[in-house]
């Protein structure tokens, strides 16, 4: 199967379920799924083209949360309309994080990352005036709007799930157009050799702090969406630790440097995750680590990266079917 064939096929899952099914708690897992895709794409960008692992992108989901629902709530702008600027306002914190943060290596920029992400959930939650500090932000209800001469119910998940499985699409489309792009290229080469692709005249820095903001602008769209969704956020809803080690996870259990991959690192994680928790009250995550761990070391291109090669093995082998 073609990379343009398994991606189109993958998009058609995605759409798939509301016209299958209108079941509230499967819509609500497949919008689970689907932000988790967003979220392991945009990091994704980063961690896998580039090798930059980042343990901060929590500070930019939040930041794409907290920057929707206060222009809802402060200037009555709706959500939906919220969520592009939110992930306006994720770039324009990524830039200097880069600037800074990349002029470190390895583990150094890795432990950055953290120490930013935890200093700006501490701001969010000191800065009372403007985040409502630990009690946090709440939207009551949100207005109607028409669509095709028909009104969206927003009390109903189907719409939530449509404008999820957009993003995760378009996340998607960056990955497939970075992959061909010169920029692509230099990211490998960073992530190969950083010192051999600075000998070659790639301005290195530059080149991770547009990524940077690439895979800043659609965490912050997941962040808006959240807040969008879940009408509630507060600083360790959006900023926790946990939350950008998760988006680790979901690209590297899906296969790094590849479009379909956090889509099948978010389906696995998601659903195993719901399972221990449905069959283990106590006790779920370590199943759930454990099952990450396993897939790591038994699978260290990720799923879909293992898939890719025995297929392309089996090919070899028999070139009749080619």
């Given at each position: 199967?073609?990379?343009?064939?398994?991606?189109?096929?993958?998009?058609?899952?995605?759409?798939?379920?509301?016209?299958?099914t209108?079941?509230?708690?499967?819509?609500?897992?497949?919008?689970?799924?689907?932000?988790?895709?967003?979220?392991?794409?945009?990091?994704?960008?980063?961690?896998?083209?580039?090798?930059?692992?980042?343990?901060?992108?929590?500070?930019?989901f939040?930041?794409?949360?907290?920057?929707?629902?206060?222009?809802?709530?402060?200037l009555?702008?709706?959500?939906?309309y919220?969520?592009?600027?939110?992930?306006?306002?994720?770039v324009?914190?990524?830039?200097?994080?880069?600037?800074?943060?990349?002029?470190?290596?390895?583990?150094?920029?890795s432990?950055?990352?953290?120490?930013?992400?935890?200093?700006v959930?501490?701001?969010?939650?000191?800065?009372?005036?403007l985040?409502?500090?630990?009690?946090?932000?709440?939207?009551?209800?949100?207005?109607?709007?028409?669509?095709?001469?028909?009104?969206?119910?927003?009390?109903?998940?189907?719409?939530?799930?449509?404008?999820?499985?957009?993003?995760?699409?378009?996340?998607?489309?960056?990955?497939?157009?970075?992959?061909?792009?010169r920029?692509?290229?230099?990211?490998?080469?960073?992530?190969?050799?950083?010192?051999?692709?600075?000998?070659?005249?790639?301005?290195?820095?530059?080149?991770?702090?547009?990524t940077?903001?690439?895979?800043?602008?659609?965490?912050?769209?997941?962040?808006?969406?959240?807040?969008?969704?879940?009408?509630?956020?507060?600083?360790?809803?959006?900023?926790?630790?946990?939350?950008?080690?998760?988006?680790?996870?979901?690209?590297v259990?899906g296969?790094?440097?590849?479009?379909?991959g956090?889509?099948?690192?978010?389906?696995?994680?998601t659903?195993?995750?719901?399972?221990?928790?449905?069959?283990?009250?106590?006790?779920?995550?370590?199943?759930?680590?454990?099952?990450?761990?396993?897939?790591?070391?038994?699978?260290p291109?990720?799923?879909?990266?293992?898939?890719?090669?025995?297929?392309?093995?089996?090919?070899?082998?028999?070139?009749?079917?080619?």
């Amino acid at each position: 199967m073609s990379r343009a064939a398994a991606v189109t096929l993958v998009v058609i899952l995605m759409m798939a379920p509301p016209l299958l099914t209108a079941n509230s708690f499967l819509l609500h897992l497949g919008i689970t799924m689907l932000l988790w895709t967003l979220l392991g794409a945009s990091w994704n960008l980063l961690g896998g083209f580039a090798g930059q692992v980042s343990f901060g992108h929590a500070t930019f989901f939040g930041v794409g949360a907290y920057a929707t629902m206060l222009l809802y709530l402060r200037l009555g702008l709706a959500p939906w309309y919220g969520l592009a600027l939110g992930g306006l306002a994720a770039v324009l914190v990524s830039l200097p994080i880069g600037l800074i943060c990349f002029r470190l290596r390895g583990p150094y920029f890795s432990l950055s990352t953290l120490a930013v992400a935890e200093i700006v959930r501490l701001v969010a939650l000191n800065w009372e005036a403007l985040t409502n500090g630990p009690v946090g932000l709440l939207i009551t209800g949100l207005p109607s709007v028409a669509l095709g001469g028909r009104v969206v119910n927003w009390e109903s998940k189907l719409p939530f799930y449509f404008v999820i499985a957009t993003l995760a699409a378009l996340a998607m489309a960056a990955t497939w157009q970075l992959s061909r792009a010169r920029l692509g290229a230099y990211l490998v080469a960073i992530r190969e050799d950083e010192d051999a692709a600075e000998a070659i005249g790639i301005d290195t820095v530059r080149a991770k702090v547009l990524t940077l903001a690439l895979s800043a602008f659609f965490t912050g769209l997941g962040g808006g969406f959240y807040g969008f969704y879940y009408r509630y956020v507060d600083p360790d809803a959006v900023f926790p630790i946990a939350l950008s080690v998760e988006m680790v996870f979901i690209a590297v259990v899906g296969g790094l440097s590849t479009v379909v991959g956090p889509v099948i690192g978010a389906v696995f994680l998601t659903s195993i995750g719901e399972l221990f928790r449905e069959r283990f009250q106590v006790g779920h995550l370590i199943f759930y680590g454990l099952f990450m761990m396993l897939a790591i070391r038994y699978l260290p291109e990720g799923i879909w990266g293992s898939v890719r090669r025995a297929l392309a093995g089996r090919l070899r082998t028999e070139p009749w079917r080619s």
